[in-house]
């Protein structure tokens, strides 16, 4: 899941959990803990550090994917061997395209349940129903091939 612009006002680092206090990231953070259950686990991405765990201390920083200075694909790939995303049975990227691209990059087999949205509201509504599924990852892999009648991709305009 992406991190956050929104932060908590801090200047010592503090738990990825408890820096990140954006509405989407939250909302995120709820369908990916719904998503992996008991069993999985959940990572943010961040733009300045990488693949972090929710325990993680951070200090606040200012940076987006893709800006000069964010993590390069390179490094990604090192923190994905590390961490063993390499071989996960299933990798679940939410968030928004350049987080979500980032992580096509290093497994381009993984799932993309927000592909596709229009916008902000439409994937606010699909992350907010994976939260609430019976089961969401069934139905992250229902919105990520497109069988509920939202296309998974976008398509091309005639």
């Not at 733009?47 to 929710?54: C, D, E, M, P, R």
């Not at 993590?71 to 790939?77: C, G, I, N, S």
């Not at 691209?101 to 439409?122: E, K, N, S």
Request: charged fraction near 20%; include cysteine; hydrophobic fraction near 45%.
């Amino acid at each position: 899941m992406p991190c956050s612009a929104a932060k908590l006002a801090t200047t010592i680092p503090v738990p990825a959990a408890d820096l990140y206090v954006g509405p989407f990231h939250r909302l995120c953070r709820r369908a990916a803990h719904a998503i992996a259950g008991s069993a999985g686990t959940v990572l943010v991405l961040s733009a300045a550090h990488g693949f972090v765990t929710l325990d993680e201390p951070l200090a606040p920083y200012e940076l987006r994917m893709g800006e000069p200075g964010s993590v390069r694909p390179d490094q990604l790939h090192a923190q994905a061997g590390r961490l063993g995303l390499h071989h996960a049975a299933q990798l679940v990227a939410l968030g928004g395209r350049a987080y979500v691209d980032a992580v096509a990059a290093i497994r381009p087999d993984v799932l993309r349940p927000l592909d596709g949205c229009r916008g902000i509201g439409q994937q606010r509504a699909r992350l907010s129903r994976i939260a609430a599924a019976e089961q969401p990852l069934f139905l992250a892999q229902e919105f990520a091939v497109g069988r509920t009648g939202t296309p998974a991709r976008p398509t091309a305009a005639r």
